[in-house]
């Protein structure tokens, strides 16, 4: 008896009190939409933009871009080092950074996280071994790490030469927990400076050294399990339909304010979803919270509607990414600069953002995007020009000379028609440009042949054979001062290399060259514009626009958007009528 009326007294008190205690884990459960399925979950191996919609709740480096003041900011460390000068000794002329991990920093087993498993980290990139190659092109810049013996939370990181993204590439890389991805200690075994492309060969030799790099590179760290210092924990994958997260008990940094250590739903959902229709059906069905890259046509069509506006907030932030054309470079049909402007010239750029953007996007000229301090605002736009497409084509000695309606020229003692072939995702913006393109090139005696097929079968089936023309893509940056123009460098021509479209510039080498170790600003910025500049004449790739990002989340959530990729923070949300998350 004195039970059950104490079960009425309790249910009386929530019942006029509305007890807020935990929420229901169903309740406070955020439903995401992404277009496709990641792949890979591991962000050095796989950086991918749709992949880091995941893995920035999983993963953390130890400092971020803050998503409202866009400041490089603590997560893991106590402060943001000071870039130091070295006068003195073997590495006289370089820098370095003395870093200190927070002393409460605890990885999901509860050991501390230490200057080990910081060198770990970078070992793993730069051993030539895994497949880190767009890291290892920044990390590879570092000359060595160094302990402190004294304290395993603190630890130095050495430039021998100075570097413009030195405290980018010493701070802003996820960390890894060494127990975890390296349990036999095999990276252990060998120095920082051991670790290099010049030893690959010796490297191969050791089988438990090759063993570890498999078992890195593999699907099993990729998609089966993971572990970071974030504040999600990883639970499942399904292929093709979903990614569930955990917020992480116990989790270290739970009372911290910055807001990629913040905990706000219960669970993250991520249902892959490619149809868009499918996808915003969802949406209003209560299904789904949060739709991004979303086509301007659906965006529009739901932000005009007064019945749904009161059901979502809508945000369209300008991303930094670019939408462009992969152009293979090294192809006989596509080596002339000449060409490739001519396929320039043959899409109308001001029609796509006006119809298929509904305005919000920004014509590209290069790879820096148009916010940045570095853009280079004396270029112009190429604008959609299909009669100076055909001079250019008749200056490169095409012409239509069987008049069968495609142009030709002899390459290496043999008439070549140019066809060409555009290789296209399943997704819409892609196709639609690809058929435009093919339907303005053929009034100028191009062929053009689309093949759709799934993006990963591309990038290794194409991208990195070379065996391609054309490949529409996305070009994603972050939000630092100085562009890390790697890309663009021929020296990353290669298979596991950013160079997908064998760019080959000696000048354009010369001054990225020069730029990693300009220490002026004003310097910096003239070379940017000057690499633009060479870039614009070069025309390595067919650039079109940087989108604005289209975000729809219901107002079920507390949100925000930013700048900064993907254009929210999921973690940061709490249910209406909660408390919002504040980084105050």
């Known amino acids: 008896m004195t039970k059950y009326l104490s079960f009425i007294l309790f249910a009386a008190i929530c019942l006029f009190s509305s007890c807020k205690g935990d929420l229901n884990p169903a309740d406070n459960t955020i439903n995401i939409r992404l277009k496709k399925d990641p792949e890979r979950i591991n962000p050095l191996i796989f950086p991918n933009p749709t992949a880091r919609e995941v893995y920035q709740y999983i993963h953390l480096p130890l400092a971020d871009f803050d998503p409202e003041t866009l400041e490089l900011t603590p997560l893991l460390i106590t402060s943001i080092p000071s870039e130091m000068s070295i006068d003195t000794g073997l590495y006289t002329g370089g820098i370095y950074f003395d870093i200190e991990l927070s002393n409460d920093a605890k990885w999901d087993n509860g050991s501390p996280i230490t200057a080990k498993d910081y060198l770990f980290t970078i070992k ?113 994958w399904t292929a093709d339909q979903n990614i569930v997260l955990e917020k992480k008990d116990d989790y270290w940094a739970k009372d911290k304010k910055s807001p990629s250590l913040q905990q706000g739903p219960s669970r993250i959902v991520f249902h892959i979803i490619p149809d868009e229709l499918t996808a915003v059906t969802q949406l209003k069905a209560g299904s789904i919270d949060i739709i991004n890259e979303i086509s301007a046509e659906s965006y529009a069509e739901l932000s005009n509607d007064t019945t749904q506006k009161s059901k979502y907030n809508f945000y369209h932030p300008s991303l930094m990414k670019h939408y462009y054309i992969n152009v293979n470079n090294q192809d006989p049909k596509l080596s002339d600069k000449n060409v490739r402007r001519a396929l320039a010239h043959l899409i109308d750029v001001d029609n796509v953002i006006k119809n298929l953007e509904n ?71 892609g196709k639609k440009i690809a058929i435009m393109l093919q339907e303005s090139a053929s009034k100028v005696g191009i062929k053009i042949k689309i093949t759709e097929k799934d993006f990963k079968l591309i990038r290794s089936e194409n991208l990195k054979t070379r065996k391609y023309h054309l490949v529409p893509a996305v070009l994603s940056q972050d939000i630092i001062a100085w562009d890390d123009l790697s890309k663009w460098h021929s020296e990353n021509d290669t298979p596991d290399g950013s160079n997908d479209m064998s760019y080959r510039s000696v000048a354009t080498d010369t001054l990225i060259n020069k730029i990693i170790t300009t220490k002026s600003d004003s310097d910096r910025i003239s070379l940017y514009q000057q690499i633009q500049e060479q870039i614009y004449m070069d025309q390595p790739a067919i650039f079109l626009y940087s989108p604005e990002e289209k975000i729809i989340i219901s107002k079920k959530w507390n949100s925000s958007s930013t700048i900064k990729r993907p254009g929210y923070m999921a973690n940061t949300f709490t249910l209406a009528g909660s408390p919002v998350l504040s980084n105050n």
């Open 124 to 236: 793993a990139i730069n051993l030539p071994l895994t497949n880190a190659g767009k890291y290892r092109e920044i990390t590879q810049n570092i000359t060595d790490v160094l302990a402190d013996p004294a304290d395993p939370k603190k630890f130095r990181v050495i430039f021998a030469k100075d570097y413009m993204l030195a405290l980018e590439a010493a701070v802003n890389i996820e960390l890894y927990p060494r127990y975890y991805y390296d349990s036999l200690d095999v990276l252990a075994k060998y120095n920082f400076s051991e670790i290099n492309e010049k030893n690959e060969e010796k490297l191969k030799a050791d089988s438990a050294l090759v063993g570890f790099a498999d078992q890195f590179n593999s699907n099993d760290l990729s998609r089966n399990k993971m572990s970071g210092a974030g504040p999600y924990r990883f639970v499942s």
């Open 359 to 429: 305005g919000m996007a920004v014509s590209s000229v290069g790879p820096i995007h148009h916010i940045k301090k570095t853009f280079n605002k004396t270029l112009v736009p190429i604008k959609y020009d299909p009669e100076n497409a055909k001079k250019l084509l008749n200056e490169a000695d095409w012409k239509d000379t069987d008049n069968n309606g495609i142009i030709d020229k002899v390459i290496g003692g043999k008439k070549v028609e140019m066809e060409l072939e555009i290789f296209v995702s399943s997704q819409p913006l």
